[in-house]
């Protein structure tokens, strides 16, 4: 059992994490339960997350701003893909506006949390840094609902496969998870590791400042120019005002989403040819476009890579840039020799290599002192987890705009708090029957994921068991349904039923 002291502060709900999802999360608690003592608790000194941690230079959306951005908040500005200084930017002034600021607690990384289902509430453990020794406390809160706004992986460090010599490399090895702000790359030979969203902003960004730079991939990525800028939008912004152009541009922006993502799973081969005719348009005469950007898997099965207004090609047919297909056989003094027995020269190599998955924020979870394993659990609507009462995490979308599917998963838990209050519960949590076939939750080929998988929550084979990737049915399923649907346990003072079943993905 738990126990708690009295002096001990208690929080109605606790938000973890005040980056894009968890400001999200703060503004519609602050809207639809005004009632409710909530804290967003930040490890950093800073909020903003992903666009306050990455430093590199170009980082930007890799999807519009119209629906990256919050459906109560119009996105005013010229670009639709934006860098991360206007994303952040965004954030903060969303933030500000809800009166979120007072309720943000920097230097405080929560580090575990056991859930009591006597005094129904978690007693949460804190870490709090004083910014300016550097030197650590204990703290302890007690909550009853936890948010985990924290995202999938590591803030602390990024992913980097071993890499034979690199020990002897005399040059710099960067990761941009870790960017180095006095990072002088100009007139440098520099080759960046990968073929993902970053790798593929990057290029583009440093190859003005390079003596050359090469984009140096195991594996060609589907990459897609699309318009930095969105006219439409603008000229629904000019004739409807903000909001309403905002409003429509979402919608459209939406189903334009779905309609790419449907077609490319119905028409893989049709998707991949028209893919191909757009690279080959904005690449030199004669180039090897199936060499370098003709993926031996289907469009979306790894997530497309957008780059606007075709900047990557427009640095590759510059001369500036230019794209190697092999594998690194070691590194050299002088830079990377590959299995094709070619070797790259380098003065600066980027591991744009990936990101380490983690579940909670590294948060270390108990129910009634036993030890909780993500693994182990369903996914329950998207955001809720088998056995795991009064927590959600906030999951978005990997086949569209995170944020579409952040916002509908906040108004859920505000349902989820009002229908529980409307019926006395305290406690509530989703039941899964035993033996139902399961997979991964996130369905997903990136590197990333894979390597991941024996640790993450698992997902059933139907509704609400099933993690949605279309925006349209989890609307219908988190804004209709029942909130009481027969998968839900709940309990209150008055019927204070036993501890949460642990449901296993095996059964």
């Known amino acids: 059992m738990t126990s708690y002291e009295p002096h001990v502060e208690h929080l109605d709900v606790l938000i973890v994490g005040a980056g894009i999802s968890g400001i999200g999360a703060g503004r519609y608690l602050r809207l639809r339960h005004p009632g409710r003592s909530f804290a967003i608790l930040e490890a950093r000194g800073a909020s903003g997350g992903t666009w306050d941690l990455f430093r590199y230079p170009g980082i930007r959306s890799d999807s519009d701003l119209y629906t990256f951005g919050y459906e109560f908040k119009p996105w005013r500005d010229r670009e639709s893909i934006a860098t991360a200084d206007r994303v952040l930017s965004y954030v903060r002034e969303t933030a500000a506006e809800n009166g979120l600021d007072a309720h943000i607690r920097y230097h405080h990384k929560v580090v575990a949390a056991d859930w009591s289902s006597e005094s129904a509430r978690w007693t949460v453990r804190v870490e709090r840094t004083d910014p300016e020794t550097g030197a650590t406390e204990r703290i302890d809160v007690t909550a009853g609902w936890i948010f985990c706004a924290t995202g999938y992986y590591r803030y602390d460090e990024g992913h980097t496969p071993h890499f034979e010599g690199r020990d002897r490399f ?281 390597r991941a998988l024996d640790r993450l929550p698992r997902q059933g084979p139907e509704t609400p068991w099933v993690t949605s990737t279309s925006y349209h049915s989890d609307r219908r399923l988190l804004h209709q349904d029942e909130i009481a649907d027969g998968h839900l346990r709940f309990s209150g003072p008055a019927t204070r039923a036993a501890r949460p079943r642990r449901t296993t993905s095996a059964g």
């Open 170 to 450: 005399r040059g710099q090895i960067v990761h941009p998870q870790h960017w180095p702000e006095d990072l002088d790359y100009r007139g440098k030979r520099v080759v960046v590791v990968g073929s993902g969203a970053t790798a593929v902003t990057l290029v583009p960004a440093m190859a003005g400042d390079t003596a050359h730079i090469t984009m140096l991939q195991r594996t060609p990525t589907y990459i897609v120019p699309v318009p930095k800028e969105d006219k439409v939008a603008r000229l629904l912004r000019a004739a409807l005002g903000d909001e309403r152009g905002h409003a429509v541009t979402r919608r459209k922006n939406i189903a334009r989403q779905q309609l790419v993502w449907r077609f490319a799973r119905r028409f893989p081969a049709a998707t991949r040819k028209l893919i191909r005719a757009a690279n080959a348009r904005l690449l030199p005469a004669g180039f090897p476009v199936d060499e370098h950007f003709n993926p031996p898997y289907d469009p979306w099965d790894q997530r497309l890579c957008a780059v606007p207004d075709g900047d990557l090609f427009k640095a590759i047919s510059a001369g500036r840039a230019s794209v190697v297909t092999d594998r690194i056989d070691t590194f050299t003094e002088d830079g990377i020799l590959l299995r094709s027995g070619r070797e790259l020269p380098a003065d600066i190599v980027v591991t744009a290599t990936g990101l380490n998955i983690q579940l909670f924020g590294g948060m270390h979870l108990t129910v009634d002192g036993t030890d909780v394993s993500p693994s182990d659990s369903l996914v329950y609507r998207g955001t809720m987890l088998s056995g795991i009462p009064n927590l959600n995490v906030a999951i978005g979308y990997t086949n569209s705009s995170w944020t579409l599917k952040i916002g509908l998963l906040c108004e859920y838990v505000c349902r989820v708090l009002a229908h529980m209050d409307r019926h006395g519960h305290d406690t509530v949590w989703p039941e899964s029957e035993p033996g139902r076939p399961t997979r991964p939750m996130l369905d997903f080929g990136a590197g990333y994921v894979q």
